[in-house]
């Protein structure tokens, strides 16, 4: 080397470390590298261990995660949920339920059911997808949106996904798909196996899940379509300017605030001064909604609850375009979201004009409803099997749920209370022998699902600590897991159907029937009552259309119906009908269930005829299988075994 390149090392101490000028650019070294790993995609709040690299395509998944935020900008946008559901919590029932969910009526483009597929069949058998997966220890549920959906063969594009995952992953999927367009964003729902074809479960890193599905979609769609144009990209930035929304421009400008402030500076080139328009004038709409404030010339302060506001202000929005949808916008004066936590909610009474999922990975319900006040309602009843729900056109009640523990627990509470605190299945025998083996495995069922959330605690020699406060932490437990929505049919079929039915009816009973505004479905209620008294009239069950059924009458045209019924169902079943009555042993396969006016009623079948039972929501996890219980005159006692059903 020579001139300028010469240098001289001065070789310090032995161990020593340098002196603190050295040690603060050190620091500052340590520091910036520190805040570039965060923000390409690293851990986030130090370097600790994480789980998001254990498990199958963790390679890819990190690498998709660690992407240049501009990387993408061009390429055709894939928006991908992903919930992975326990099965072995809440058993084959919910992953039945789900299949049922995905293919329900109208999602196809010509309103049909949705049509199961796979990797090499467009005709999918979901029944035997579910029989192969009741015992996997996980599934996991994807919901793909394209934001060009619309232009692309989503079957083709769905098999070219798991594809291209499975060679990431170094292993065969087995899954199935089904394609929605009842939404303005055409969607596909894929439910993936747990388990691989060695018999291991199938773990998949979260990086993947995340960052690797919607990586590999973008790829495929932008392959399709080509890249974004860069007029596409501005339009698109342009239209969240003035939304009502969380949006890409609001994390842009968090992300550029320093202790909640924004400074707007000097720019330089086309694309400077384009971002800065952009950035000013969601500034401006931000302080029109009071989110932001105008300090000094280009600083802004925005808003502490900016996100959590303008999210509520979207999902609000979603609610009303949803309702517009279901009833018109001459509706839209009278709109209104049921919210049970607010004290001053009263129950609403109306007609279901309409439903769909909130969150269609965990079974996520609402309902429209067209009330007796006038207005129209928007419920979100939580996560629900849509098999236990009324149809549209059902009358139902909706009122704030008030969580109360189950009788099982009360039973539990007074047993323990008498035997110092303890309970277990010789106890309860010896408290009550009258109470069945079922009966009371029922009870211990109940304490196992406590304990898996630390409310009681089983001993070593199988005996049970019930602790003082059982019953308050079985109702706190009751309130977390609820929807805080108490659901009430009233009639579960339409109120037209309700005028000339040979039957009890919801507008035989005038007591029960309350006061409306006048006007929409309450008038419509009023002359439905008015046109049923005259029918009863000239049936000869009334003498005037002030009088009302009695007891008697009641009795028999609830017979009358289910016997009518009954003998329309044994021509479809090719199986005579049996009337159950009070005390009969009901035992038989629970195939389906049946709205009539006087209720909804389940069907059960045995070898050589049916019956019909009044329905309760538990049957409908055991949908296909036998079930056993003892008639009477209030319903069913159901003893329910341990047996899995086969049937979807």
Known sequence: MSGEDRFTPRLGRIRSRGNASAKSYLNRVKSAVSRTAKSIGGAGKGTGFTGTRIGRGAGVGHASAARHAFAGQRSRRVVIKVNIARAAKSGGGALRAHVHYIQRDGVERDGTPGQLYDRSSDEADGKDFVERSCDDRHQFRLIVSPEDAEDLDLRRFTRELMDRAERDLGARLDWVA???????????????RGRETSGKDL????????????????EIATEELGPRRDNDIAMIRQREVQQDRWTGLDRDLTDFASDGVVSIGKTCGSFDRFRRTLMTGRLQKLEGLGLA??????????????????????RRGDIIRTMTRAVGAQHRAGFAIFDPGDPAQKPVLGCIASSGGTDELKNGRYLIIDGMDGRTWHVDIGSRDPGTLPSDGAIVEIATAHPEPKRADRTIAEIAARHGERYSDAIHAQHDPTSSDQ???AHIRRLEALRRVGIADRAADGAWT?????LDQATAFEARRGSGIALTVRSWLPLEQLVQRDAVTMLDNANRLPVGSGRGFAKEVENARARRQAWLVSRGLLSNVEDSLNQHQCEQLTHREILSTGERLSVSLKK????????????????????????????????KDFTL???????????????????????VTWQFGRTRGRGI
Do not use: C
């Not at 089904?178 to 993936?192: G, V």
């Not at 404030?293 to 979207?314: F, I, Q």
């Open 613 to 635: 039972v009044p329905w309760r929501e538990a049957l409908e996890k055991r949908r296909g299988q036998t079930v056993a219980g003892l008639m009477r005159a209030s319903g």
């Open 576 to 607: 005579p009908f049996v009337a159950s009555q009070a005390g009969d042993r009901i035992e038989g396969r629970f195939t389906k269930a049946v709205d009539l006016a006087s209720g909804r009623y389940a069907i059960v079948e045995r070898a």
């Open 439 to 441: 009966y009371r495995l």
């Open 203 to 218: 773990v998949i890193a979260k990086d993947y899940l995340t960052h690797g599905f919607r990586r590999r979609g973008a």
């Open 178 to 192: 089904a394609n929605h367009f009842n939404t303005d964003n055409p969607h596909t729902h894929i439910i993936i």
């Open 293 to 314: 404030k105008a300090e000094v010339a280009n600083r802004w302060r925005l808003s502490p609850d900016l996100e959590p506001t303008l999210r509520r202000m979207g």
């Open 466 to 470: 019930i602790p003082n406060d059982y």
